[in-house]
């Protein structure tokens, strides 16, 4: 049997997942008595009609592109890491560090440090599931998951026991200096003529995910480093015997990837709170591996799949205030294309693979 074109399994495939998922989502809707198209009309004008909207959608991607990004390394060296959401709090915590370490005079002094805390912490905390999946066979999904709840529960007693202001009652630190401050996009494109809504929380950390994609495409497919990760995501025995290590391997693609999932807080964090709060992830460790499947692991495939589901929130949002749908129908929407994409990927795949195969042998 032939095998399907490229684009057929990139393109196609997540696109008509996408439509099903939509096409029940609308059903859902229609059976709570509202009506699917006025629904969809409102998310779209809600997310991308102005520019408020398209900030949100826009803040919400770059959060889901670190944390797709993040599942993706350590997919490819085929491990699963459920850890993205520990990792990006233990991120938070790196880049609030540094941010409130020195006086800043200018962001672009301390943008680069943040960068740079964010990424050790992250990767320190993939780090010991890493070390005992390599050392001690311990099945990384569940390391992954216990140190999301302690990765929690450390954060909370450090934002209420050492890290919160005297005499406040908010678990969070002080505000970061003003030299921390991120530019939004409101002021990035000011200099140009263009408006941005001030409000919108979009900053330039969405062009530091786009960097951040670009370099796990040079990583991934042109660096021998890369080579070796697919290699023994593909067989670790053929590995083994092209010489290449394992445990090496392993702690590497966990922490490269725990640190793709700590840079998430250099949006979160630094950009729109400017100081570390308490559940500030939001979910979007595990939102990550959602983006990270629909977008077969591969960049351009997770920026988009990125931006769909920070089109989701903020058009669940938008949903929510106008429309008086439930704000939990989004998770409906995201757990039918997290199955479509997901568990039930053969359901499409199958017959689009035998409908090319019958293609090439008519042709």
Known sequence: MKK???WADVAL???LNLAIAFILSGL???AIGKDPVVAIRTMVQGSFGNTNGLGYTLYYTTNFIFTGLAVAVAYHARLFNIGGEGQAMLGGLGVALVCLAVPWPHWTLALPSAILGGALFGAAWAFIPA?????????IVITTIMFNFMAAALLG???TKVLKVRGSMAAETAR???GASLPTFHEMLAPFGIHFNANAPANISFLVALLAAYLFWLLIWRTRLGYEIRAFGQSETAAVYAGISPPRIIIIAMMISGAMAGLMAINNVMGEAERLIDNAVEGAGFIGIAVALMGRNHPVGIVLAALLFGFLYQGGAELSLWESIPRELVVVIQGLVILLTGALDNMIRMPVERFFARTHKEG
């Open 4 to 6: 399907m074109p490229k």
């Open 13 to 15: 495939i997540p696109f």
């Open 28 to 30: 859902v809707i229609l």
């Open 131 to 139: 070390y005992l999946q390599a050392k001690r066979g311990s099945h």
């Open 157 to 159: 007693y450090l934002l």
């Open 176 to 178: 970061f200096p003003e």
